[in-house]
């Protein structure tokens, strides 16, 4: 981003009335008049446009942000940076799942395995990239705080994972050839880290007393991610994979997870007697990535298509030479680079600083950007493995992205060059099967989406509607003609050759093959010369994917011959039936015959624009633009990746939903405990002010829903008469295991008015009334008023007081039980939980009547001197909110001060307690309120 100061921009003149309408951005603690301008850059339209790679910057509002704001960034904090801030204890999945990450609901299988893992039991997970599969061996750390172990093979894909989780509040590491500091190791060992990364070659190299210690002190799982590399028939088997078996015998009782986007059942099958998995919980969720938009050209890569290219090189990307000759700046990573010059580029991609990487597939693999929006392939791949798992790096963040391949007729001449790496024939063979794949992939006229899934066995059987051939103008014709003298040769040739031979026949050509086998003497012999090589080869390659020819492969060659299928054909143009032949012509031979038409619908590279759902206003795209900006001002000055601190996604968000407070903020997706406490003060001032600027309400509920829809209840004589806020608040606490209190926070969100928890009980109990499943158990968790109405509503159900449980009856006490005295801010003087009455005054709990899987700490813990201590003012939750919210700001320290009737450890644990559930917030060393 190239700074421009006003004097550039206006002759030396400030330009008032501009700066007066732009919208404009600042940070907390700054006046207007001195900020700095930027010019916007198309970084900031890359998750709005069709295709963000543009040459010329985009006339949008400038950004202004002051450089003594920086001072407020975690850099900068005495605290030691970003990722030293402690994190609450999540009780639960969900609870982790939005303290660390922003996501208030899991996807689909995510929550499945996550509880397997925690169970104890080994799993086996295909899941497309993309899909969240990280989030499965993230999750089970944070909820056990014990350390997973994440074995991955490429390093700079675990640089990018760990920045990206510091960023998250989650404590991550890796061990690997390129760690500098010689400490992680030891910290590692002794279970300093939720997430550890390490190379295979690492795993298998530690000494046994390295797992040991990790052991004893805490492990949660073991996960391989990439597990298809272990498998002989996998696109990219690795031999260390192959050892990561010894760890079993060091890892008694630990759970592993094998992980990877693309797996045939046969490789499935490998990886799990490899890895001796255990009776495996088996996911293999559906290999469809709708968001990705599939097209493939063929090309001759002649200067002609390099200018072609070049041309429109807002859309396409080329060779580095090219881009930079046409003045696009770009980068470009090799295996003969230095490491430097590698980390420089890949560094210089992740951070936004370059729109453009021209890379080999190595690079690819190892990046963990959510919003890279184009991946181009300059050549056939050598599977469709490969290629689905690198395409697969494109649009990770669910928003519409491209994936383009440009191939020639050549690259299918490397097949010797891909077997050369085989360590074994059976090997070879499973490497020239995926090579032949790849090639009917680019060869195809069909839909190419429902090929690649029924290549990996999911049924599909209807066209998508979003690939190039199902968007560009259909051309389909007879060709029963060309297909009986292509099937004729081959037959005449006697299906010992591949199809160059017979199609140079059909050309008339007099090559010392041909003559030596008295091809020339032929009826057939040139009588193709109507169509060029290519045309005929590109029927070849229709006649295949139709199974009318078919392709063998041997050791060092492939032979065509005619399938039954074929023969079937050949047999009613023998018997004069003139059977006709329509095929979908591919877009290569509709450009040999000149006829063009293989354009697709919409102009450029990108026909895939955003759904109704994705689309914002004008307005709104300014927000947004101004967002990035400041996302990428932050990010720059802290050393990170944009996408660390948050994704578009989420800033598409911000600028439709407008949140004005913290609680709101805090209430959308993508946005976790971290960012809250580090940036959310940020955005509230600059979304705040832009609103204001261009004359848009904030906190609009109906633009974005954080809370996913609810599925309904299973029961099916669930009335119909039960409204929505009454179905919402009995699925947040039975479904979610919401508090009564954070429900009404929610319902708050929702519903932009103040919702008592009295209202919430009595919505939950009409809930109850009308038929919808219930944990009585842990219902109660005050014994206040409510308790009784929760008495009598079981009653009139006819349910028996067994409904609770673990609860003893002797732990309900006598009403006429002394209540303690309460201070002037609300708090309870002198209660003790052990000894206080369940009947006393709200916020006095019996320990006795809250479940197993809610402790006892979720409302109160206060160690005093006991009921008859007056001296003493014991902590709750409820006082502690009291505090913090009539102080507007108090440290830990002033905390524990005020109530010094409870232990130090009692009341930071529930402090922990009420920011895990994100009602207080934490900045600058001191507790604020949601």
């Known amino acids: 981003m190239r700074k421009k100061k006003g004097n550039e921009r206006n002759g030396g003149k400030s330009n008032k009335k501009t700066r007066r309408n732009a919208p404009r951005s600042v940070l907390p603690g700054q006046k207007h008049q001195n900020t700095t301008h930027f010019a916007t850059t198309s970084r900031s339209l890359r998750s709005v446009l069709p295709f963000p790679f543009h040459s010329t910057p985009a006339a949008s509002p400038r ?69 969240g599969k990280s989030i499965c061996y993230q999750i089970p750390p944070l909820v056990t705080k014990k350390t997973a172990v994440v074995v991955s093979p490429l390093l700079s894909l675990m640089q990018d994972q760990v920045m990206s989780l510091k960023q998250h509040g989650v404590k991550s590491e890796y061990l690997g050839s390129t760690q500098t500091d010689i400490s992680v190791s030891g910290q590692a060992e002794k279970g300093a880290f939720d997430v550890l990364y390490m190379t295979p070659e690492k795993a298998v190299s530690l000494p046994s007393r390295f797992w040991s210690n990790l052991q004893a002190a805490g492990i949660c799982l073991l996960a391989v991610d990439e597990a298809h590399c272990i498998s002989e028939w996998g696109h990219d088997f690795r031999t260390e994979y192959k050892q990561l078996h010894m760890l079993r015998d060091l890892l008694v009782g630990v759970p592993f997870v094998a992980l990877t986007a693309t797996a045939t059942q046969r490789v499935r099958g490998d990886i799990a007697t490899s890895l001796t998995l255990r009776n495996p919980h088996i996911v293999v969720g559906s290999f469809d990535r709708p968001n990705l938009f599939y097209g493939v050209k063929s090309c001759n890569r002649s200067m002609a298509f390099i200018n072609e290219l070049v041309k429109d090189v807002s859309k396409n990307c080329t060779v580095h030479e090219a881009l930079v000759a046409a003045g696009i700046k770009s980068s470009i990573y090799h295996g003969r680079m230095g490491n430097k010059a590698r980390e420089e580029s890949h560094r210089s991609f992740v951070r ?25 392939h300059y050549g056939c791949p050598k599977s469709l493995e490969s290629y689905y798992q690198e395409s697969g790096r494109c649009g990770r963040d669910g928003l519409p992205s491209v994936c383009w391949l440009y191939y020639q007729r050549s690259d299918f001449m490397k097949s010797d060059f891909y077997c050369a790496e085989a360590k ?34 999911e049924d599909r059987t209807t066209d998508c509607g979003n690939c190039e051939n199902c968007t560009r103008t259909k051309n389909e014709r007879d060709l029963s003609k060309e297909s009986f003298l292509l099937l004729s040769c081959i037959k005449s040739c006697g299906g010992r050759w591949g199809l160059n031979l017979p199609i140079d026949v059909l050309r008339g050509s007099r090559v010392k093959k041909i003559v030596e086998n008295n091809f020339d003497k032929l009826p057939l012999h040139g009588r193709g010369k109507d169509y060029p090589p290519n045309w005929w080869k590109a029927l070849g390659g229709l006649l295949l994917a139709h199974d009318y020819l078919k392709e063998t492969v041997h050791d060092t060659f492939r032979s065509i011959s005619v399938s039954p299928n074929g023969y079937k054909l050949l047999s009613t143009a023998d018997k004069g039936d003139g059977a006709s032949l329509f095929l979908q012509l591919t877009a290569e031979m509709i450009e040999l015959e000149g006829h063009g038409g293989s354009q697709c619908k919409e102009e450029g590279l990108n026909p895939l624009g955003p759904s109704e759902s994705e689309k914002i206003s004008e307005d709104e795209l300014k927000i947004y633009q101004v967002l990035l900006n400041v996302r990428m001002q932050l990010a720059q000055d802290i050393g990170t990746a944009p996408y660390a ?33 580090h940036y959310g003060s940020i955005f509230i001032q600059n979304i705040t002010q832009l609103a204001k600027e261009l004359n848009l309400p904030v906190d609009d509920l109906s633009a974005v829903e954080s809370i996913p829809a609810a599925p309904k209840p299973t029961q099916n004589n669930l009335p119909r008469s039960l409204g929505g806020a009454k179905f919402c608040s009995w699925e947040l606490w039975q479904k979610m295991k919401f508090s009564f209190q954070k429900v009404a926070i929610h319902l708050h969100y929702r519903r932009a008015v103040p919702i008592k928890e009295k209202t919430v009980i009595s919505y939950i109990l009409d809930a109850a009334r009308d038929g919808c499943e219930m944990d009585w158990s842990r219902f109660c968790e005050e014994v206040t008023y409510e308790m009784i109405q929760t008495f009598l509503a079981i009653e009139g159900l006819g349910l028996s007081d067994q409904v609770f449980g673990t609860v003893p009856t002797d732990g309900i006490q006598s009403k006429t039980s002394e209540a303690p005295k309460t201070t002037s801010n609300g708090s309870e003087v002198g209660a003790d939980v052990c000894d206080a009455s369940p009947l006393t005054k709200r916020g006095q709990t019996d320990g006795s009547l809250i479940c ?37 700001g108090v440290s830990l320290e002033d905390v524990v001060k005020h109530f010094n009737g409870s232990k130090r450890e009692c009341v930071v644990e529930m402090l922990d307690n009420l920011e895990g559930n994100f009602l207080v917030y934490k900045k600058n060393g001191c507790y604020m309120i949601m």
């Open 63 to 131: 950004l202004l942000l002051p450089e003594a704001a920086q001072s407020n960034s975690p850099r900068r904090s005495r605290r030691g940076g970003a990722t030293a801030r402690a994190s609450p204890i999540p009780r639960t999945m969900e609870a982790a799942l939005k303290t660390y990450f922003g996501f208030s609901g899991f996807r689909s299988y995510q929550r499945e395995i996550i509880q397997k893992v925690l169970e104890g039991r080994d799993c086996l997970v295909v899941m497309a990239t993309g899909s």
């Open 645 to 677: 601190i948050c994704g578009d996604q989420t800033l598409r968000n911000f600028a439709k939903f407008r949140p004005s407070t913290i609680a709101r903020l805090a209430n959308i997706d993508g946005v976790n405990q971290h960012f809250i406490s």
């Open 852 to 888: 197993g899987d809610e402790p006892a700490s979720k409302l109160q813990k206060i160690d005093g001197q006991g009921v008859n201590s007056t001296a003493a003012t014991g902590a709750t939750e409820d006082a502690i909110l009291e505090l913090v919210e009539g102080r507007n």
């Open 352 to 376: 936004d600083e370059v729109l453009v990487m021209v890379a080999t597939i190595a690079f690819g693999m190892g990046i963990d950007k959510p919003d890279v929006r184009c991946v181009i």
């Open 424 to 457: 074994s024939q059976t090997h070879r063979k499973a490497i020239m099967e995926s090579f032949m794949a790849a090639q009917k992939y680019c060869l195809l006229a069909t839909c190419h989406r429902k090929f690649l899934l029924q290549y990996f066995g």
